[in-house]
């Protein structure tokens, strides 16, 4: 007889860290990866399987993570990796977990809580994946997590856009024309949202951001603690299809925060609570001008931070000792095309 007869459906408890300084430091998700210079989903990874710890099995649909991540014979994941089809991540994360469970059950490996990660991009997640994700989030008898890492468009295939695309944006289905400027007149999918007022069984939803890295990891233990489904929606600035300097990528994250186009929130057995710089928009303590102050000291469209952004443009890159600005005009776009 199995000895695991009194395994029911227990999860690691990953206590939150409480500051950077507590974070550990072995890394799961290490070199190895072509991701673009100044990718913010490759952050995600890496925050993610941080968070989560060793005993992890990670899944993940087809997009950028999954063709940048695991080039032929190559891979940064150091815990155990698994492909699945684009809109699978949820179907991916329902079986291994019903597989676990199933093996621990008839003694055939040993019972322990393994943690179940399926990530997905917003082409996976928010558009094909979506009936797969909603299926996996009724099924509270088995423990996973799926994290939809959004950079609001089909980024691996060059930038078309998705469901997750924010109105106006210039995507190679949406360019803008000398007589119809914008072309994209859809308004942003409110994924996150809908996922947790549709799916009473689903114990946590929430949105995170990389750019507040040590909330990020919190929400995913979180997650991963309580058990059941549940479902984390990341925006990830992504350089290449928002066309801006990588080293920016951080400020970016920020200005999505700071400004409310992306809010920072948790649904925890159906209580929604605002976290961040969001808790503080909602609750009227920082307006936009209020924003002054953040920790940086200033608006996000104030003189002081433009200035801070454009003096650190013009700094010297370390490779080539040529000023950052005339690299990107000179060597950008080949560099680019050939990164991936
Ligand atoms: Fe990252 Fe965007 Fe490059 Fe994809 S296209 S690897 S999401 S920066
Ligand atoms: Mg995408």
């Known amino acids: 007889m199995a000895t695991t007869t009194t395994f029911t459906n227990a999860t690691q408890i990953l206590e939150p ?14 070199s190895g990866h072509r991701t673009c210079q100044g990718c913010e989903s490759a952050l995600v990874m890496k925050l993610m399987v941080k968070a989560a710890g060793p005993r992890t099995i990670v899944l993940g649909s087809t997009g950028c993570m999954y063709v940048a991540n695991t080039t032929y014979y190559t891979t940064p994941w150091v ?15 329902l079986g291994t977990a019903a597989g676990l469970k199933v093996l621990m059950r008839k003694g055939k490996m040993k019972a322990e809580p393994i943690n179940v990660i399926a990530f997905c991009g917003d082409g996976g997640g928010a558009d094909m994946g979506l009936g797969a994700i909603s299926a996996t989030l009724t099924h509270k008898e088995y423990n996973s997590l799926i994290l939809l890492y959004d950079n609001e468009s089909y980024a691996n295939t060059d930038i078309q856009l998705s469901g997750s695309t924010p109105y106006g944006a210039h995507t190679t289905f949406s360019p803008p024309g000398k007589a119809v400027r914008i072309i994209h007149t859809r308004w942003k999918k409110n994924t996150a949202g809908m996922l947790a007022a549709g799916h009473t069984e689903c114990r946590y939803v929430a949105t995170v951001c990389p750019s507040y890295a040590v909330e990020m990891m919190n929400k995913v233990r979180r997650a991963l603690t309580i058990g059941g489904p549940t479902f984390i929606h990341s925006l990830d600035p992504c350089p290449k299809g928002w066309d801006y300097d990588p080293m920016l990528s951080h400020e970016l994250g920020e ?9 920072l929130y948790e649904v925890e057995d159906g209580t929604l609570t605002y976290y961040g710089k969001t808790k503080a928009l909602v609750e009227g303590r920082a307006g936009r001008s209020a ?3 953040s920790s940086r000291g200033a608006s996000p469209t104030s003189p002081r931070r433009t200035s801070h952004i454009s003096r650190r443009r013009s700094t010297r890159c370390g490779r080539s000792g040529r000023s950052r600005r005339s690299y990107r005009s000179a060597a950008w776009t080949p560099r680019r095309r050939r990164s991936r």
Do not use: C, D, N
């Open 255 to 263: 200005l999505a925060i700071e400004t409310g186009i992306f809010p």
């Open 291 to 293: 924003s002054t102050s």
């Open 17 to 30: 860290f409480r500051g950077v300084k507590k974070v550990t430091l072995e890394e799961y998700f290490t």
């Open 79 to 93: 815990v155990p990796w698994m492909h699945t089809q684009l809109g699978s991540s949820g179907s991916a994360a």
